[in-house]
Nanobody
Framework: QVQLVESGGGLVQPGGSLRLSCAAS????????MGWFRQAPGKEREFVAG????????PYADSVKGRFTISRDNAKNTVYLQMNSLKPEDTAVYYC???????????????????WGQGTQVTVSS
């Protein structure tokens, strides 16, 4: 049974940086396509970034492109989301998720992901 545990959230000023981590237990993160999503109060959960299982495709939402970077450390069984130049509109609960069905493709709809972490709060405010 795979479990996903996010960490690294917190309060940061606009323009600052945070690195989120998603540690997987039970199977290696290289076994699955992994995604980061976020959900702000009153809004739907939205795709932020993903990394495919085999070929390393890394699509991003337009709103974070050039500021966020997703990566995977197979030795540590962890997926990261490096977030730079943070804006107040990045404030949300960030979730890590795994898609155990597909190889070589990253889908952006949340209902394609069948395993989720508990989420970590990111607040960008001065």
């Amino acid at each position: 049974q795979v479990q996903l545990v996010e960490s690294g959230g917190g309060l940061v000023q606009p323009g600052g940086s945070l690195r989120l981590s998603c540690a997987a237990s039970g199977r290696t993160v290289n076994s699955y396509t992994m995604g980061w999503f976020r959900q702000a109060p009153g809004k739907e959960r939205e795709f932020v970034a993903g990394i495919s299982r085999s070929v390393g495709k890394t699509p991003y939402a337009d709103s974070v492109k050039g500021r966020f970077t997703i990566s995977r450390d197979n030795a540590k069984n962890t997926v990261y989301l490096q977030m730079n130049s943070l804006k107040p509109e990045d404030t949300a609960v960030y979730y890590c998720a795994a898609d155990r069905s597909r190889v070589g493709v990253v889908l952006t709809a949340a209902n394609n992901y069948d395993m989720w972490g508990q989420g970590t709060q990111v607040t960008v405010s001065s």
